[in-house]
């Protein structure tokens, strides 16, 4: 049935939100002796936002935007030191161990042994390479994409390099927006599995046409016996 499973990275096969948790909570702790906007998260969120056009997704972009927003909310009072203590929080993430979710190696090994597997992934790619190789799982990904962002252009592009009709592709993920979404508008194949954190961003409503047409699994343990089961 499949020619080609893919799968995302961050919040699917590896912890990711909680470490930009911990950084907007170090944020505010920065940030308390100027006094903390009611709304400080929300104006964050929006700066982020605006900012993913023009420095895409990861934690460059993320500290771009926690400076943008102190630099905003202290009415441009905050000193060197504690913009220096803000990229500190990007210095942190990047180097953060790689934590696996539960089921993804043993996954990942029993799928590799019959199907090519791909890993799409959005963000910086240097960081992203690092995370690859700090997990130990790159000996399971026939291919690895770093994207810019995940469109139904993007996937298709990336279908087409790989000469795999939408028909027979396969994508695992967390984010409705990104790694669903997309996949339903060119009628191939996506598996839902919920993460335990969700960046606001990636939030959204499928449309009634597409909201029957994927599977959601509980947890990856499950995968290998789904994808069975849709073979026979």
Known sequence: MFDLIAFDADDTLWENEAYYQEGRKTFHTILK???????????????????????GYGVNGFVFSLIETAIQVTDEKINAADIQQ?????????????????HVEPMLSALSRSYPLMLI???????????????????????????????????????????????????????????????LEMNAHAVYIPSRLMW?????DLPKELAAKFVELEHLGQVVDWIKSSNM
């Open 200 to 204: 606001m961003h990636e939030h959204c």
């Open 121 to 183: 992934t959005k963000g910086d790619l240097l960081h992203q390479q690092k995370k690859l190789e700090r997990s130990g799982l790159s000996q399971y990904f026939s291919y690895v994409e770093v994207v810019a962002d995940k469109t139904r252009e993007i996937y298709a592009a990336i279908l087409a390099k790989h000469k795999v009709d939408p028909s027979r592709f396969l994508m695992i993920g967390n984010s409705m927006r990104s790694d669903i979404l997309p996949v």
């Open 33 to 55: 002796p100027y006094g903390i906007p009611t709304d400080l998260d929300a104006r964050l969120d929006g700066i982020e936002t605006r900012n993913i056009p023009h420095f």
């Open 86 to 102: 803000i990229i500190n929080i990007a210095h942190q993430m990047l180097e953060q161990k790689v934590d696996l979710f539960d």
